[in-house]
């Protein structure tokens, strides 16, 4: 049983739990008051190293500070050697995966390549979010060259048969995609797993590193397939090879030893972040560039590269890891890392630190496009930190405000009325945290419209939860510090109205922004502020109520066009709105309905011989 009460609060029961941990090497964790692991670590030394946590003038990073506060349990295991205290860290973060171990932020910034092993058929497709949900799951990148990521991936798809969708478009048949030979019919199980699980190993291979290896194994098919006279085949396997060597066939990296496969690593950093960038050399041709962010504060540039290679390699198979890697900075245990990534492959795997001549230059190139990176960034990072500092400034605000929300309405005269909520944290877009609503509101319909009853609406639903219990607003990470709504006076009184209603406008800070002028209005305030339209502040607020109209928009589009679509429905005698829910669940599709045959309509739920009769006749008149 872990106690409730951290460590650090209970100095003597600190000092008995340190004096028990050996000296010896192996792996130590970190568990909060619920039993949770914070934080799995390795060390030679395991008494030293998890003291050094709990000085009083420890030189920890904010991150690690903020966990050791939590921690209210140690444990630990001892290993032989070093090397096998870092192989078995590596293990155990990757099945627990605590939230502490992570170095490498995950910002989104560069997209992954997902393969959903723990799928029976298995999908690929680009994401900018690593979930960890399923250990099966593989992720290759992150990617720095986007716009090449999805060229390759595209090429792909062309040339290997996989499947297109993530869902299948018709229950008893295959989509188009079959007939072209895009996908083998993976919704009609028309492959089996195993023979396509084989085809998307191919595809891996490419993002392993591995096209040379791909390129020669299908040269080998090939030359069976025409021994064996199956030339559509052997023509199959021509083509892939062709769209395989023209993949990146201009990007040549000069060396000494172009069969050696290499991985060079370098960062820049300033006094907050890294910026580290590996180049992935593989017959020295360059086949990857992958990018990372890291807290610069959390080490010295040697243990921020050591740290992100082992998080690099620890979802990597021995297959992906290169004979060589090129280091900026002398590693902090380059020789433990050294026998754990041997280990790993089955061959030997050299960590070198290059000092002159064409490693160098490699190295020095990876370097200064890490350097070019990070002053991107800065810019970015110092547009947004100007336009909060003034928007602050403009709305006299306590602190910078971390969490934006817009709110915005669209509708065609009443009809179809919806709303969008977005999310802007720390001055950038989160997606993930839109929402969008229907307007319930039975005022608001066809020829009669009204904007200021649907914010109130929307607002009301979006706070309720916390006007029925304000203590949850001090701990919610999802309480905005500002809540911007489109429009002038009228829509903020409208808003302001509820949530006086509710006793909330004492945790809220609401403004508006009307379209005309660009002009702030704030509650109970007559005249808007005093602002010009092109200071960043405003242009931020600009920036969130035009976010909150496109989001609007698209979503009202989306509703009014299958309610377009669904109308035609309405006009088919005998057919009520449920089995037109079976029809769209089925079909996917009014064009889908149309070109369907009488047998094909029966096969709907509800739907018997009489009324797809009718269907038919309605779509086929003569």
Request: charged share 30%; hydrophobic share 35%.
């Amino acid at each position: 049983m872990v106690s409730s009460q951290p460590l650090l609060k209970d100095s003597e029961r600190l000092e008995t739990r340190l004096k028990e941990i050996p000296t010896e090497p192996g792996v130590y964790f970190m568990r909060d008051k619920n039993g949770d692991i914070l934080y799995i670590g390795k060390s030679k030394k395991l008494r030293s190293r998890v003291r050094s946590y709990f000085r009083p003038a420890g030189d920890l990073s904010q991150r690690i500070a903020l966990m050791v506060q939590q921690v209210t349990e140690i444990e630990f295991i001892v290993t032989d050697t070093e090397a096998e205290s870092l192989a078995l860290e590596a293990n155990l973060i990757k099945q627990h995966q605590p939230h502490f171990n992570v170095l490498l932020k995950d910002d989104k910034k560069y997209p992954y390549v997902c393969v959903t092993w723990s799928e029976t058929y298995p999908r690929i497709f680009i994401t900018r979010k690593r979930r960890l949900d399923n250990q099966k799951d593989r992720y290759y990148g992150p990617y720095v060259d986007t716009r090449l990521l999805r060229y390759t991936l595209g090429i792909l798809k062309k040339i290997f048969p996989l499947r297109q969708r993530p869902r299948p478009l018709f229950k008893d048949r295959p989509c188009l995609n079959y007939d072209l030979g895009r996908c083998p019919g993976v919704c009609q199980q028309l492959i089996s797993p195993e023979d396509y699980r084989k085809t998307l190993q191919q595809v891996v291979m490419v993002f392993q590193g591995r096209t040379g290896e791909l390129v020669e194994r299908l040269t080998g098919d090939m030359e069976k397939a025409v021994d064996n006279l199956q030339f559509e085949k052997a023509a199959v396997y021509r083509d892939q090879i062709k769209a395989l060597q023209s993949l990146n066939a201009d990007q040549k990296v000069s060396l000494p030893d172009d069969t050696i496969s290499r991985d060079a690593i370098a960062l820049a950093s300033d006094d907050t972040r890294a910026c580290i960038q590996l180049f992935q050399v593989r017959a020295g041709r360059l086949v990857g560039r992958l990018g990372f962010f890291a807290d610069s504060q959390s080490g010295t540039p040697g243990e921020i590269l050591q740290k992100a290679l082992e998080e690099h390699y620890l979802q990597a198979e021995g297959v992906e890891i290169p004979n060589e890697i090129l280091v900026q900075q002398p590693l902090a245990e380059a020789e433990v890392l050294q026998q754990w990534l041997t280990g790993r492959k089955g061959r030997k795997v050299s960590i070198i630190v290059p000092q002159r001549q064409t490693k160098a230059d490699l190295l020095e190139m990876v370097e200064r496009n890490a350097g070019y990176e990070l002053e991107r960034i800065q810019k970015t990072g110092d547009r947004v930190l100007q336009s909060l500092q003034d928007l602050t400034e403009i709305l006299d605000l306590s602190d910078i405000p971390r969490r934006i929300e817009g709110y915005d309405i669209s509708h065609i005269q009443g009809s179809n009325a919806v709303a969008s909520e977005v999310v802007f944290i720390d001055g950038v877009p989160a997606n993930q945290h839109y929402r969008h609503y229907n307007i319930k509101n039975p005022s608001v319909r066809i020829g009669h419209s009204d904007d200021f009853a649907s914010l109130a609406e929307v607002i009301g639903r979006r706070f309720r939860i916390y006007a029925q219990n304000r203590d949850t607003i001090e701990t919610s990470e999802d309480f905005p510090d500002l809540v911007m709504i489109d429009g002038g006076k009228g829509q903020l009184s409208s808003v302001v109205a509820v949530l006086q209603e509710m006793n909330l406008m004492e945790y809220l800070r609401v403004v508006s922004l009307a379209k005309q002028r660009e002009e702030i209005f704030l509650p109970g305030e007559s005249q808007p502020l005093a602002t010009d339209s092109e200071q960043p502040g405003v242009q931020l607020l600009r920036r969130v109520r035009d976010e909150a109209h496109r989001f609007a928009i698209s979503f009202h589009r989306h509703q009014r066009l299958r309610n377009t679509r669904r109308s035609r429905l309405d006009e088919i005698p005998g057919l009520g709105f449920k089995r037109q829910k079976e029809l769209l669940a089925y079909f996917h599709s009014v064009d889908y309905i149309r070109e369907a045959s009488v047998q094909q309509l029966q096969a709907v739920s509800g739907i018997g011989e009489q009324l797809a009769q009718e269907i038919y006749n309605y779509f086929h008149p003569n």
